[in-house]
């Protein structure tokens, strides 16, 4: 399951547009994610309505417009992007209702890609590379959620007596429970009895980055949530997470984010009501 994203073209927050009309692209994907109210979906005639906290993703190569009601003005955030993979097929035309998770993966896509507008996003752009990366990360959770069995859906973690070979999505759920500790490549080696570069062949394969890469990116998507949604102070977060001192989780948080804790959490209060009506 791979999901490499080719380019991202644009991401845009609608707050106040009756109808938007979505550029035509034979070759480009928009996402459309509905933050408040509801709309409806018209390609070339045939008509999808869209619920608060509905995401769905369509391919361009037809004439698609959103349309609200005529009693309520919708906030939609929209993603345009290029992916050449043929994975992203599996995903599209579906109706996803969104978690939380999703959610703040979302918000983070805005943050990144449009907090230097006045720069060009290139593929030498940190934050444009951190967007790719959680837009890649979004589409492979929306198709493990779209092929989960139910009621099989609890994760299995690979046994020293089990003959399967753990997949990523376990090592990476072991990892989001164990956020506040410090793992290393022997540690996922030991615990999954599989050899580190098994595991370091997965995470390039599917997540293009190292495994203990990953493992703090997502601390440091963590450590986003609580800034955001939380008045702990950054000392706080940096020990609930395993930091040994503020100053080295603050050097880990600028080498992925390119700003401080400090800065991202007044930017992202000044983004304001955008960011605060459900996207985040």
Do not use: W
Request: hydrophobic share 35%.
């Amino acid at each position: 399951m791979s999901y490499e994203i080719d380019r991202i073209l644009n991401v845009n927050y609608y707050n106040n547009a009756k109808n938007i009309p979505l550029k035509q692209n034979r070759n480009a994907f928009n996402l459309v994610y509905v933050d408040k109210n509801n709309i409806t979906l018209d390609e070339n005639g045939h008509q999808i309505s869209l619920k608060r906290g509905s995401l769905y993703i369509v391919r361009l190569n037809r004439p698609i417009e959103l349309i609200s009601s005529k009693k309520e003005t919708p906030y939609i955030l929209c993603i345009s992007f290029y992916c050449n993979s043929i994975s992203v097929d599996s995903i599209t035309n579906t109706v996803f209702s969104v978690s939380q998770k999703e959610k703040t993966l979302l918000s983070d896509i805005f943050y990144d890609y449009n907090s230097n507008k006045d720069q060009q996003k290139t593929d030498y752009d940190l934050e444009y590379k951190i967007a790719v990366l959680q837009l890649e990360i979004l589409l492979i959770r929306l198709a493990m959620k779209k092929n989960e069995k139910p009621k099989e859906n609890n994760i299995v973690f690979f046994q020293k007596d089990n003959k399967n070979i753990p997949q990523i999505d376990d090592i990476v759920s072991y990892m989001q429970q164990n956020l506040s500790k410090k793992i290393s490549m022997d540690d996922l080696s030991n615990h999954f009895n599989v050899s580190k570069s098994y595991i370091s062949r997965q995470f390039k394969k599917y997540y293009f980055v190292g495994a203990i890469n990953y493992f703090n990116i997502l601390k440091i998507q963590r450590s986003k949530e609580l800034l955001r949604d939380t008045d702990k102070s950054i000392a706080t977060i940096a020990e609930e997470l395993g930091y040994d001192n503020v100053y080295y989780f603050s050097n880990q948080f600028k080498k992925i984010v390119t700003i401080s804790p400090k800065k991202y959490r007044s930017r992202i209060q000044d983004i304001g009501e955008i960011m605060m009506s459900g996207v985040c």
